[in-house]
């Protein structure tokens, strides 16, 4: 029993110096996943174009959340900008881009490739990011997306912007 506490003791200073030494902890570090990935309109498209349920990729493209930052371009969000007394371009304000686009102002890490502020206010605005979504195991959809982190919109989202 001596002889057991003795390595034990020795174990637990030879972590604790290495600990010291290296600032790693001897137990395994949990790393946190990398954050999920906007990906973009083409990551909604995939699925969500199908006629069997509703085309809500054709619905999107002919709304105006796609065309959002196509108006911060115009005179009229000129205007608008100007009397709310912001300085710069509208397609340039954080003021305006945090409304009119997806994920403004996120670190780098939290978009795909193939992400485009310029598309608007896509799906992912709403529902959360591509990346959740975009290689779903048949038949578990439903139960994977809310699992990854699905977000259903209400009221308060919405009204965030409008």
């Not at 002889?3 to 030494?21: D, K």
């Not at 085309?55 to 959340?65: C, E, L, N, R, Y």
């Not at 670190?107 to 959740?132: I, M």
């Not at 139960?143 to 912007?161: F, Q």
Request: aromatic residues 6%; proline residues 6%.
């Amino acid at each position: 029993m001596k002889r057991t506490r003795s390595i034990t003791i020795l174990g637990t200073a030879l972590a604790g110096l290495m600990v010291l030494m290296t600032g790693a902890n001897p137990v395994q570090d949990e790393k946190k996943p990398p954050p999920p990935k906007h990906e973009g309109s083409r990551a909604c498209k995939k699925c969500h174009l199908k006629s069997s349920i509703g085309k809500q990729f054709k619905v999107w493209q002919g709304s105006k959340h796609a065309k959002a930052f196509e108006l911060l371009k115009s005179e009229e969000a000129a205007a608008v900008a100007k009397k709310a007394g912001i300085e710069k371009k509208p397609f340039e304000a954080p003021e305006c881009l945090k409304c009119h686009t997806t994920a403004y102002g996120r670190k780098k890490e939290h978009y795909g490739e193939k992400y485009s502020l310029e598309e608007g206010v896509t799906c992912e605005a709403c529902h959360g990011p591509g990346e959740f979504f975009d290689k779903p195991e048949d038949g578990k959809l439903h139960k994977e997306v809310l699992e990854k982190g699905y977000i259903k919109p209400d009221e308060a989202l919405c009204r965030s912007c409008h």
